[in-house]
Nanobody, 118 residues
Framework: QVQLVESGGGLVQAGGSLRLACAAS????????MAWFRQAPGKEREFVAR????????YAADSVKGRFTISRDNAKNTAYLQMNGLKPEDTAVYYC???????????WGQGTHVTVSS
């Protein structure tokens, strides 16, 4: 069974940076679409960014576009989310997710906390 584990969360001041990592085990992510979602306290989970299996196409939500960058290293079976220019409204639990072609996101990590102080 494929397992996703996020890491890299923490507490940072506004304007700071963090890099989140999503390590996959029990299988390879080389042919999967990988994505990051987040859920702020009292809010619904929202999409943040995704990257195709080839890495040729990336897409980010308007709220993070220009600040967050998703990437992947298939050789290391890991996806990343580089977060720059963090804002207090970015505070949330960040989740890694994966899906095969033509499917919904069926593999999820447990999340990593990101707190941005003003």
């Amino acid at each position: 069974q494929v397992q996703l584990v996020e890491s890299g969360g923490g507490l940072v001041q506004a304007g700071g940076s963090l890099r989140l990592a999503c390590a996959a085990s029990g299988g390879t992510i080389s042919t999967w679409t990988m994505a990051w979602f987040r859920q702020a306290p009292g809010k619904e989970r929202e999409f943040v960014a995704r990257i195709t299996w080839s890495g040729a196409i990336t897409y980010a939500a308007d709220s993070v576009k220009g600040r967050f960058t998703i990437s992947r290293d298939n050789a290391k079976n890991t996806a990343y989310l580089q977060m720059n220019g963090l804002k207090p409204e970015d505070t949330a639990v960040y989740y890694c997710a994966a899906r095969s072609a033509g499917t919904t996101y069926s593999y999820w990590g447990q999340g990593t906390h990101v707190t941005v102080s003003s």
